[in-house]
Structures are given as C-alpha cells and as structure tokens.
C-alpha cells in the first residue's frame, strides 16, 4: 500500500468528517484485494459523516455503472450513502429498486439498496409496485427491508394529515391495498 493511501486511509478512520470528503477513495478501497486496506475504509465508511450534498450526483452516477463493473462491496457503499442522505436522494429510488430486485448483486448489496429506498422519501408509483411484485418470492429478510420500505410511504403520509399537509387520498388508497 503506498504510503499517501495509508495515511488518508489511517486519517478516514480517525477523522469522520474527513472521511465524508474522502467518499470516492473509500469506494476503491472496499473493493480492495488488501485485506487491511478494505477493513479501513469499510470502518471509515461505517463511521463517516454525511457526505456533503454537492456528492449527490455523482453518487447517483455512479450507481448507475454496471453491477459487475460496480462489484457488491461498492453497490452496498452507494447505497448506504445515498440512503444517508435521505430524501434528498430521492432521485436515484429507480435505480436502488433496479438494484435491490436484481438477483444477480449478491444478497447483501441488494438489501441494503432496500434499506436505502426506505430512506430517501416517499416512493413513486412504478417503484412501489416494483417492489411489491418482489416481495413474495424475496428471502426473508429481504421481504421485510422492502415491506418496511412500503410502509415509510404510509408512515410519511399519516404524518402529512397529520400537520394538515395536502395528501392525495389516491396514493393512501393505493398504499393501503
């Protein structure tokens, strides 16, 4: 391991702030064939702050490369730092759907691109159905991420009502059924 990579990778362990900056080096290193190289920066990305907002596109960008091209390790990376983000991530909801019904991503990538769908807001039609489709013939663990993800729409939709927001009583109806 060079030594600059050692240093940056010793500071992305100990500095969370700084290793929100360092996101796109940490990527390439959980794809690392160094053992102590990939346990580093999956530690510092365990551990990171929020990536700054001005990353959010080039998360998306960059989640949208092929799987393979992409491997588990960085799959699973992108898909936690854009849940992170929350619904400002929103955008990308196609896209973590893609991943997590895709069964060729190992299991792991592909729950955590679930995880994330539950984070970024409420999700869109063709995404809720898409994923609802998946949910009986899903592993277990699986069927509850997505199930969970399904159900932040009614969560975020009661709480609309709830401070007198506009709510579409199509998309209850919808989400109920």
Not at 3 to 23: G, I, K
Not at 25 to 46: C, G, M, N, R
Not at 81 to 94: I, K, N
Request: charged share 25%.
């Amino acid at each position: 391991m060079p030594n600059q990579d050692a240093t940056t990778l010793d500071r992305c362990v100990t500095d969370p702030a700084f290793a929100s900056t360092q996101w796109v080096f940490l990527l390439d290193k959980v794809a690392s064939q160094d053992e102590t190289e990939l346990e580093q920066a999956t530690e510092a990305l365990e551990n990171c702050a929020e990536v700054p907002d001005t990353a959010i596109s080039e998360l998306g960008r960059r989640l949208q490369a092929n799987p393979k091209e992409l491997g588990s390790q960085r799959i699973y990376w992108l898909c936690t730092l854009l849940g992170r983000l929350g619904e400002r991530a929103g955008e990308f909801q196609d896209r973590l759907a893609t991943l997590a019904c895709d069964e060729t991503i190992e299991l792991h990538a592909r729950e955590r691109a679930a995880w994330s769908l539950g984070e970024v807001g409420p999700l869109k039609p063709p995404v809720r159905e898409a994923l609802q489709e998946k949910i009986p013939t899903a592993p277990a663990r699986m069927q509850r991420l997505l199930t969970a993800a399904l159900g932040m729409l009614a969560l975020w939709m009661g709480v609309g009502l709830q401070i007198g927001c506009d709510v579409d009583p199509q998309a209850i109806q919808s989400t109920i059924q």
